[in-house]
C-alpha cells in the first residue's frame, strides 16, 4: 500500500497533540541547549572561583601550546587563554541579555504604538524600519561604532540600533492583525476596556513569537558582539572578549590554539541559544512544519 | 508594469533614506574633519585646508553641508580615504570586482546545497536524515563566520595542503585580459586554463566558509517552505492524477516552496557581505570586505562611510531583483 | 424485482476498514464498509464530516498518510486496488480513476498555467507530444463550457472564478478519460447559483461517455438531483442503500430520515422550529459501542447499545443496517 501523506484539512482532526509545550521540553535539541545554556551562565556567574588565572595578568611564558596548567595555552602576552575564555562569558553573556531585552522593549513599543495608532505614527516607525533593514547588519553596525568612537559602550549601541526593527515590525503586525480579530472586537463590545483587551486579548499572542524571536537573537547578539570586536570597534584590549580573541588568532596563525578556544566558545554559546529558540518554536506554533510528530 | 513602477519609486526614497543616515553618521564623528583627513598636510598647508572646507561646504549650515553632501554623490564622489589618500570611489572600483566573484560563487553554493538539503530534509521529515540535518543546519548558523575561516584555512591549508592559503591567485601567476575583473570568468573567455584552474582553486575555500551560513539557513527556509507545501490539496490532486512523488515534489512542491525561499536571496546576499568584511583580510583576498575591515581598524571615516553607501545601495537593488524574481514565480503577486 | 444485470460492477468495495495514525495509536475511521458502483452510474456517499467517505476513496486510490492501515477488496476492472503496487497504483490514478476535490480555491496549482495541468499528466499517461496534448486540451475545456479555451490555456487559476476552476478541475480530472470520477463534494464551495451549473455539467458528461461517478456530499438536495443511487455512512459504516428517490422518499435508517427531516422545507409555514437531530456525530476515537448511532437515537432499544448492525438485503435493492427497521413502509 503505497503511502501519502494526509490532507492538510485532516491533519488537525488526527494529529492534535495534547500538552504542546510539556512535550517540546522533553526533546533532545531543547535539552541540549538548556544544558548547555545553563553552564554558560554558571561559568559566567562563577567564574572569579573556577578561572585558574588572573585575565589581566601578563607573564613571560608566551605562546604556550595547552598543556595541563595551561589548558588552552597562553597568549602573545603570556596570559592564560582558559582564563580569559571563561572571563569573557562575564561580558557576553549579560550585554546579549541586556541586547535583546531593550531591543524587545524598544522596538515592541515602538511596534505596538505603530500598530495601534496607525496613521503616520506607523509611517516613520516604518520607514524608520526600512533605513535600518536596507543596511547588512554589520556595516550599519561598523558605522555608527565608527562615527561614535570604538568603545564596548558604543557597540552596544549600535547592536540596538540594529535590533530593535525586527521587533517593531513584528509587534506591529501582530497587534493589526489581532486588532482587527475578531475576539477583540467582541471582547469590546462585551465592554472591555481598550487597555484591558490589549493586556489580557493582545498580550499574550504577541508573546510566543516575540519570544521565539528574542531567544534566537540572544545567539545573534553574541555573534555581532564578537564581530564588531573582531573588528577592534567593540572591546579594547586589555578586556577579553571573544571575538577580539580571534582577531588576535589570525595574526598568530600557526598558534591555533589562541583563536580556535574563543571562537568556539561563541559557537557553544550560539548553538544553545539556537537550540532554545528552536524548541520554543516547536512548542508555541502546533501547526508550524516545525511540529514535532511521534 | 505598475508593479514595477511602485518598486523603483520605493527605491529611490530608501536611497535617499540611507544617504541621509550616513550623513547624521558622519556629523556625529568629533573633531576636525579637515585635519583628520589631510592629517600632516593640515598643518603645514593651510590653503588645502581652506579648500577641503570649501568643497564640502564645513563652513555653511547643516542642510547646506547635507545638499552639497548629496550633490557630491551624485557626480559619484565619496570622499577621499584617510588612508591611502585616493579618492573612496576609486579604491572601491579596485577592489568590487573581486568581492562580486566571491559572493557571487558562494550565493550559488549555497542556493544549490542549501535548497537540495532542504528538500531533502523535508521528504524524510523527522526521520534520521532529518535530525541530523536539522542540528548541521543549526550549527551553520550559530557558527562565527571568522572563526571559521580561521579554523577552516589551519585545517584545509595549513595542515592538509589541499588549497593555496591567501590571495586570488598563484605568486607568478598573471591574471588574464580583464573583462569582468572576476578571474575565473576572464580566464574562461581567453581560454587560459591554468589562470582558472589557480584562480578555481583559491575560491573555492573562502566560497565555501562564506556560503556556511546561509547554507544553514537555506536549509531551514526551504525544508520549512517545502512542508507548508507538500500536503496543500493542489499537491494532493497532483498525487491524484498519478503523477509519480519525484515529480510532485521537485515540480509541483518546489514551484509553490519557492517564493519565500527567493525573498531569502536578500538576506543571504547581505550575509555574505557582512562575511566578506569579516573574512577577507584572513584569506588575503583584496575585495571591498578587506577594505572595509581596514578602514574599520583603522578608523578612517570616509572610507567607512563609502563603503557602507555603497554595500547598502547595492543591496537595494538585491532586495528589488529579488522582489521582482518574486512576482515572476508567483503569479498572483503581479496584480497585487 | 431482481435487476438486470447487464455487466459486472465496475468497482465493487467488501469489507473496507481503513485505520489512520494519531497522537494515540491507530483509530478506526473506516470501520468494514460494503458497495459497488455500476458502469455509468452516479453513485451517491452521503453522510457529515468524520463519517469517513473522504478517507473511503482516498484508500482506493493511495492517498492515505504514511502508517494508515487497511483492509478489504476493492475490485476494479478485474484487479484488486488496495493491493496494487505503487507502479501499478500510478497508472490507475488519474487515468483510469480520475478525481476532483472540494475547494477549487486549493486544489489548482496557483503557480502553474491551465495548460500545464491540463497536459502534464496525459503527456506521462498517455504519451502525447506538445501539440497533441495541447490540443486535446483546448478540446477539454470546450467540453467544460470554458469560454476562450485557447486564453484559459495559457492563464493562471486566480484568473478564474471559483465554478470556472471547478470546471477546470473537472476537466484536469477526466482528461485521460477515465471510467470512473470520483468527485469529493465539487459544489460545496461553491455559490448555489453555481452548483446548479456544475452539477449539469457533470451529468452531461457522464450520459456521453458512461463515465460512473463516486458523488460525495452531504448535501441531500445535490443527491437528489444527480446521484442515481444513495449510500448513507455515518462513524465509518454504511448504514442505508439504495436507488436515491426511494432512500430520500422512503427512509428507513433513523439517521437518514433524521437528515432529510433536518433539512428546512422551502415551503413550510412560517415558525416551523427547525429541525436538528440532537447530539454531535461521535469522532473517530470516541465511537460508542454497538451502533454508533444509538446515543442519538430516537427508536434504539437495548441491543443496539451492544451489537453492531450489519448491513442486510432488505427488500427490492435496498440495504439497511438497523435490526430495528421502525421506520419500514410494508409494501
Redesign the interface.
Known sequence: ???????????G??????GTLGSAWRQP?AIAGMVLGGAWIAIAILVPLIAPYNPLAQTSQLFLAPSASHLFGTDELGRDIFSRVLWASRLSLPLAFFLVTMAVLIGGVLGGLAGYFGGWVDEVVM?AT??VF???????A???T?????SLRNAVLAVLVVFWPSYARVVRGLVMSLGQSDYVSAARLLGASSRRALVVDVLPNVAGPVLVLATLDL?NAV?LL??LS????GAQPPTPEW?SM??T??QY??R?WM??F???A??SV??AF??LG?SLRDALDPR???A??? | MRFLGRRLAALVLLGIGITFVAFVLTELVPGDPAAANLGQRAIADPAAVQAFREHYGLDKPLPVQYVLYLEHLASGDLGQSEQSHRPVRTDLSEFVPATAELAVTSILIAFVLGISLGILSAVRRNRLTDQVLRVISLGGISMPVFWLALVALYVFFFKLGWVPGSGRLDPGVLPAPHVTGLYTVDALLAGQFDVFVSAAQHLILPACVLAAYNVGLLTRFTRSAVLEVINNDYVQAARAKGMPERTVVLRHVLRAALPPIITVGGLAFANVMTGTVLVESIFAWPGIGQYAFHSATTLDLPAIMGVSLFVAVVYIVVNFVVDILYGVVDPRIRVA | MGRAEVSSPLLSVEGLRVRLPTTVGLVTVVDGIDFEVERGQVFGLAGESGSGKTISVLALLGLLPDGAEVEGRAMFEGKDLLMLGHRSLLDIRGREIGMVFQDPQTSLHPMMTIERQLTEHVRYHLGLNHAQARARATEQLEEVRIPDPAGALGAYPHQFSGGMRQRIAIAIALACRPRLLIADEPTTALDVTVQAGILRLLDSLRRQSGLSVIMITHDLGVMSSIADWLTVMYAGRVVESGPTPEVLSRPRHPYTAALLAALPHPEAVEDTPLISISGTPPSPQARPGGCAFHPRCSYAIASCKTDVPDLLEVGDRRRLACPVDPLMVPA
Do not use: C
Open positions: 500500500m503505497s503511502a501519502q501523506p494526509l490532507p492538510l484539512r485532516f491533519a482532526v488526527f494529529s492534535r497533540r495534547p535539541l520607514r526600512d533605513l536596507a543596511f547588512p547588519t554589520i556595516i550599519l561598523m558605522a555608527v565608527a562615527a561614535l568612537g570604538p545567539g555573534l564578537a564581530g573582531f573588528l577592534g570597534l571575538g580571534v582577531n588568532g589570525t596563525f600557526e591555533w583563536g580556535t574563543p571562537g568556539f561563541i559557537l550560539v548553538l539556537n537550540f528552536d508550524s512544519s516545525w514535532v510528530q511521534r
